[in-house]
């Protein structure tokens, strides 16, 4: 993104000092952090970067990834090429919910591609991109380990599986209805195994 | 029904809390190894077993804890391989989703063996609630003294933790899933030197698979000896197969290694036959990875004996006539379906996955996806078949890892079994798509 050729120092000071953990979730990365032998404390950054992603809206702007930084007494650019690796981490703003549609092998021999088409059609956006509301971002992702339950989408820390055109629309207006942000970190998760 | 050794209790509601699992038997091999085995005793047992990796390559694990470095004064690890994401395979998840103390117990006697007094599970982050089923797990074997310090009363102790990753394919291969779990990019390392002798933080470490581990627990509780009986030759024991794909029962089935193909696909007790009555086209029957066969060749050998469910049966032949059992990520396909389609999905998948550290795989991965892609635009003409060929050959071998190899198998094992498709293809310039969703329900499109 443009701002990382800026280097960290130029961004909005009071935009940063919103980023800041709670007492709550700071003991909760505290503990994290004590699973590792001391000074192995850049071993908490996958988890801890699911934990910021969730707590500061389901993305991990520069400043977030800087205060993480800070917290594991790590260089910025540790963290940044890490978040730009994996693919959870999304380095832009996304919608509340992410639909992200497995369309490999299995999924796709049961129909992903026709689902995905359905849900561009039914949202009225293609894929990577988000409603206008800001509510639905449509992702395609490769094999999550539901091959046996295909097609499915994954939504937060929930497998939705053997998907049919109706369990999307039930989908799509529950998560309308319930209109708050889906994150891999949620508690609430379903699955049907 | 053959013998089953890690989902025999599938059918005990509850069996994933400690209290359910432990009056069925569970934790026995815990009891056993801490109280009555030295550590080496356990890894004789399970050299014994025969027991072999079941993330996908298959090595002895018994050999693989022999090099285990052991230096006085330096911590040795043990890291479970959760991270299953080789298309077609569910196995690992639905072992940790519903048995889940039959991985923290796995994990328990075999730290105790390897003389690991920390031990990590990294599970792939998209699994995050199966993560979280596996720490209450594991808070309910601490509160029963099954893990901690001293566990019941011995002199031993082990802490065990789950790591979740984040979305990475490669982060299956040892040393990448190492590095990412030292907060890293996952990036394979260059080998020598290996996990044995430097690995997690650069001690000593093992890294196995989930179905491995758990398979340690009816080793020791049966005696390594008596593990072997099961199976065939050098394939002993039992294995989970994850079924997917066009037939009428897709899931998990732990079978005795030394089934019939043609059995497990057709039989009721396992695939129960292909969907909508359709006639069988071809199988992938290890995981994304392994060459594609066509039905003749998955049903029999090339010299037409009864292709059986065991490393060596479905190797036989090389990848000329073979294929491998992999990680039992078995994709079954049926006579409308197009290869040169589910290949397009591999290598759209492989060139997602490169990690981008060697050329060959980084460059020759999205090259396989855009000539693929010429073929589904019914653009590709004869010679892009032979491009696709050197494109594959140029990849495999001439990498730090095997996603290069990986990455290059399906390519060439569906030019070889399957030309004819890409030919007519590139012949008439057109690919007809087969909408699976709407054929599979019985829809026309609206």
């Not at chain 1, 963290?79 to 994996?86: D, G, K, L, M, R």
């Not at chain 2, 071809?282 to 037409?304: C, F, H, N, R």
């Amino acid at each position: 993104m443009s701002t990382h050729a800026h280097g960290t120092q130029n961004f909005d000071k009071a935009k940063r000092a919103t980023i800041k953990f709670s007492d709550e979730i700071m003991a909760q990365v505290q503990e994290i952090i004590k699973r590792y032998p001391t000074g192995k404390q850049k071993s908490a950054l996958l988890p801890v970067l699911h934990i910021a992603q969730a707590e500061f809206g389901g993305w991990l702007s520069p400043e977030t990834m800087d205060y993480v930084a800070s917290i594991l007494s790590i260089r910025p650019i540790e963290v940044y090429e890490v978040a730009t690796f994996y693919t959870m981490f999304h380095t832009q703003p996304v919608g509340k919910c992410t639909f992200e549609v497995c369309q490999t092998s299995s999924c796709w021999l049961n129909g992903a591609e026709d689902i995905v088409r359905y849900i561009e059609k039914k949202l009225n956006i293609k894929v990577d991109e988000t409603t206008k509301d800001g509510m639905f971002t449509l992702k395609t992702v490769e094999c999550l380990g539901s091959c046996g339950t295909a097609p499915m989408l994954q939504c937060g820390a929930s497998f939705h599986e053997n998907l049919t055109f109706e369990k999307v629309d039930a989908l799509i207006e529950k998560y309308r209805s319930e209109n708050r942000l889906r994150s891999y970190t949620d508690l609430d998760y379903n699955n049907t195994l | 029904m053959g013998k089953k050794l890690l989902l025999h209790n599938d059918h005990v509601p509850n069996i994933h809390t400690y209290e359910v699992y432990r009056a069925h038997g569970g934790y026995a091999s815990v009891e056993k190894a801490l109280k009555t085995m030295t550590p080496d005793q356990v890894t004789d047992e399970v050299k014994k077993s025969g027991l072999r990796g079941r993330g996908g390559a298959g090595f002895p694990t018994g050999l693989k804890w022999s090099f285990l470095a052991k230096p006085e004064g330096v911590p040795r690890y043990l890291v479970c391989n959760a991270d299953e994401s080789e298309p077609g395979t569910f196995k690992d998840r639905y072992l940790m989703e519903r048995h889940p103390h039959a991985l923290v117990e796995g994990m328990i006697t075999s730290s105790y063996a390897l003389g690991a007094h920390t031990s990590y599970i990294y599970i792939r982050g998209e699994y995050f609630y199966v993560a979280r089923i596996l720490e209450q797990a594991i808070r309910e074997a601490y509160a029963a003294g099954m893990l901690g310090k001293n566990i019941l009363g011995t002199n031993y102790s082990l802490d065990l933790y789950v790591q979740v990753g984040g979305g990475a394919y490669i982060c299956g291969e040892e040393t990448a899933l190492l590095e990412s779990l030292e907060g890293k990019r996952g990036n394979p390392r260059i080998k020598p030197p290996f996990p044995a002798v430097a690995g997690l933080y650069g001690c000593p470490t093992v890294v196995n698979n989930v179905e491995t581990i758990a398979a340690v627990a009816p080793i020791v509780n049966m005696g390594g000896e008596e593990y072997a009986k099961i199976g065939i030759g050098k394939s002993t024991g039992t294995k989970l197969i994850s079924a997917s794909g066009h037939i009428n029962k897709p899931g998990v089935y732990e079978i005795e290694l030394g089934v019939p193909v043609e059995e497990f696909i057709y039989s009721e007790a396992y695939c129960g036959g292909i969907r909508n009555g359709k006639k069988m086209k071809a199988v992938v029957a290890g995981g994304s990875s392994v060459p594609i066969l066509p039905t003749e060749l998955i049903l029999k050998t090339a010299k037409g004996e009864p292709r059986l469910m065991t490393y060596e049966s479905l190797a036989d032949g090389g990848f000329q006539t073979g294929t491998m059992l992999g990680s039992g990520g078995f994709i079954v396909m049926d006579e409308d379906t197009s290869v040169v389609k589910n290949l397009f999905t591999f290598t759209r998948f492989y060139h997602h996955e490169s990690c981008g550290q060697c050329s060959p795989c980084r460059e020759g991965t999205g090259w396989m996806e855009k000539v693929m892609q010429k073929f589904i635009d019914g653009t590709a003409n004869e010679s892009d078949i032979d491009l696709l060929w050197d494109i594959q050959g140029k990849i495999e071998g001439k990498t730090i890892c095997p996603l290069g190899d990986a990455a290059a198998w399906p390519v060439a094992a569906a030019i070889r079994h399957f030309k004819q498709e890409f030919i007519d293809i590139a012949k008439q310039k057109k690919f007809n798509d087969v909408k699976h969703y709407y054929r599979l329900n019985n829809l026309t499109e609206a």
